[in-house]
């Protein structure tokens, strides 16, 4: 049995490490010439991994975190459509674009509240623009149940997309109240329905614990109603919270907020549900089914971690299209403008709307290694990277390895010559264990303003 009391105290800000150095480092110093130079000489046999941002919402859940527009204008939605392709007209310029897809995520935002004939136009566009894609491509799409209908489904599965996330949250009428997103159960039901009628093979729930008036109770059923729905992978998403960065959060009454202790309990009950309900945990918030590719891959040390979660998936240069995508090449984060303004001044001077962004040194490189392998693969193997960096992993790590003793007597991670290895419980953890590594964070220790609590 756990004693989950000792772990409340590492309830502090830390970065989700989707990318190392993180988002808050990237900076103009990094500018568009250096970016089109890096884009043009990326390795041509490396494949394409592209993430297409779609960023649009009817109506605001006050909880979101994501880079998302609000409307019920129509014409908004068209005029996007065009500067995106546009914007892939100017990539097609800078970027061998015949090289292989091996994957394709629409994120949003909400990606369904293009309806069927508009996503059908810009799939075309994105298969003409990128004519590779591997057989196995993982096609994704992220998508709200309250915006889904059968002609959209029968159209993505027609063009490859072979798996769904649906959000979902909270199952209870309070919570939802609370959170302006009133979604049935039937709703989600019927979304889950349709994807499976149409043959997708791998449908994810997304669930967000530490919500207003979230109780262990109300959050059991919660996860009763989700089993019913036989996902085959689960995020359960700690709440983040930074009201200063998200202005509808304001509207959330914090003294509604469950405590860290219910937070730990729940996050308890719902591992330990979860297991016993024939699912494993995978990282601090995903369970998948244990016949999932993610489970054959972490036993091979092959999982990676991207801005979207857990995947099998890596080796391959992330380009991000649309407004605030993040790409991801060999060396270098570069991420485009977040003001839809900015978006299309950059697109109408024919240039592509890459706002900022990293280059990494070589100790960026070292580090980002470290945490993405504890993050994805929750061991790291220290005679490889030694050999690979030609460092000693000791004298290199000293004072992290030092500060890793505190999680180490609380048995949440191992260390000896060969090794770091997270414990199970650890990798509930793992980004607390990570950060002694990240050397951006001292320079953050003192603003609690600037991420969202581990715990
Ligand atoms: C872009 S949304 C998913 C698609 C669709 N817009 C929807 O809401 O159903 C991505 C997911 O991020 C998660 N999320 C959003 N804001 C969050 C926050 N502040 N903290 C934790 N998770 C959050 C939610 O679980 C949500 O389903
Ligand atoms: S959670 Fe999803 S539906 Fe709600 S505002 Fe955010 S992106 Fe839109």
Same mark, same amino acid.
């Given at each position: 049995m756990l004693d989950f009391e000792k772990y409340i105290k590492y309830s502090k800000p830390g970065p989700? *490490?989707? $990318? *190392?150095?993180?988002?808050?480092?990237? $900076? +103009? $110093?990094? +500018?568009y010439e250096t970016y089109i130079n890096n884009l043009e000489n990326q390795d041509d046999t490396r494949p394409l991994s592209l993430y297409f941002h779609l960023p649009f919402c009817r109506s605001a859940c006050y909880f979101c975190g994501c880079n998302v527009v609000f409307t019920s204008k129509e014409d908004k939605k068209e005029r996007y459509i065009d500067y995106l392709f546009t914007e892939m007209d100017i990539l097609k310029k800078h970027l061998n674009t015949n090289r292989e897809v091996m994957q394709l995520h629409f994120g949003g935002g909400t990606p369904t509240f293009f309806n069927a004939e508009q996503l059908g136009r810009i799939i075309a566009k994105i298969k003409d623009t990128f004519p590779n894609f591997r057989e196995d491509a993982e096609v994704s799409c992220e998508i709200d149940p309250r915006f889904l209908d059968e002609d959209q489904m029968k159209l993505m599965v027609a063009n490859g997309f072979n798996r769904v996330s649906f959000g979902q949250q909270d199952f209870d009428e309070k919570v939802q109240t609370a959170v302006h997103r009133i979604q049935p159960y039937d709703i989600t039901k019927d979304a889950v329905d349709l994807a499976r009628k149409y043959g997708i093979d791998s449908i994810n729930v997304d669930l967000i614990y530490g919500l207003p008036f979230q109780t262990f109770e109300t959050f059991k059923k919660t996860l009763e109603m989700t089993l019913t729905l036989d996902p085959d992978r689960l995020a359960v998403f700690n709440y983040a919270h930074v009201p200063w960065l998200k202005k509808t959060m304001r509207k959330i009454d914090e003294t509604t907020l469950p405590t860290p202790d219910v937070k730990l309990n729940i996050l308890k009950y719902t591992i330990d549900f979860f297991e016993g309900n024939g699912y494993k945990m995978i990282g601090m918030d995903h369970f998948a089914k244990p016949d999932d590719e993610l489970f054959l891959a972490i036993d091979k040390g092959e999982l990676h971690r991207n801005f979207q979660g857990y995947t099998t998936k890596g080796g391959a240069d992330l380009i991000g299209i649309g407004i605030t995508s993040i790409g991801e090449g060999v060396g270098y984060y570069a991420q485009n403008y977040k003001e839809m303004n900015d978006y299309e001044a950059a697109i109408d001077a024919g240039k592509l709307p890459f706002e900022r962004g990293i280059v990494l040194t070589q100790d960026d490189k070292i580090r980002q290694d470290v945490i993405m392998e504890l993050m994805s693969n929750f061991k790291l193997d220290i005679k490889r990277f030694e050999s690979l960096y030609d460092l000693s992993f000791k004298e290199y790590f000293s004072d992290e390895i030092k500060a890793l003793k505190e999680f180490e007597e609380a048995e949440l991670v191992s260390v000896n010559d060969e090794s770091i290895e997270v414990s199970h419980t650890g990798t509930m953890l793992v980004r607390n264990i990570v950060m002694p590594f990240d050397a951006y964070m001292k320079a953050h220790a003192s603003s609690a303003k600037t991420f969202s609590k581990t715990v």
């Open positions: 989700r *490490y989707t $990318s *190392y150095p993180t988002a808050i480092e990237f $900076s +103009d $110093s990094y +500018d």
